[in-house]
């Protein structure tokens, strides 16, 4: 979780430089690692090699809303392109500020649902 919670800060820092692409990247990345926290801490087990964030929070079984959920998917379609734009220009386009603010709002949102979830080390 504290991977998760360096790389959010992270996505902050990239909206506050401009760099939106970067931004959702970090986004992506953050929840991830979220979520693997909550698989291993629920299994004990490694996590799975995947980067499909509504397939990880079925796997740890993530209490989150409907909506929440549908952002993950948004995020698992949009992941290759914010990582491996064929064209930056139509990227920085698509991932305006004003898009990128409001990725940045949802994904601290859940980033915090699922922080709740993971039980304190003693």
Known sequence: MDQAEY???AAEAMFKARK??????MIQLA?????????????GQAPPRTHKLVYLAE???AALTEEQIQFLGLLDA?????????????????YSRRIAGEHL???REILQCVKNQVIPKP
């Open 59 to 61: 796997l740890a079984q």
């Open 7 to 9: 790389d959010f800060s």
């Open 20 to 25: 939106y692409i970067y931004c959702v990247f």
């Open 31 to 43: 929840l991830e690692k979220a979520l693997k926290a909550v698989f291993v801490q629920r299994t």
């Open 105 to 107: 709002a949802r994904a």
């Open 78 to 94: 949009v992941g290759p392109s914010a990582r491996y734009s064929k064209d930056l220009k139509a990227a920085m386009k698509e």
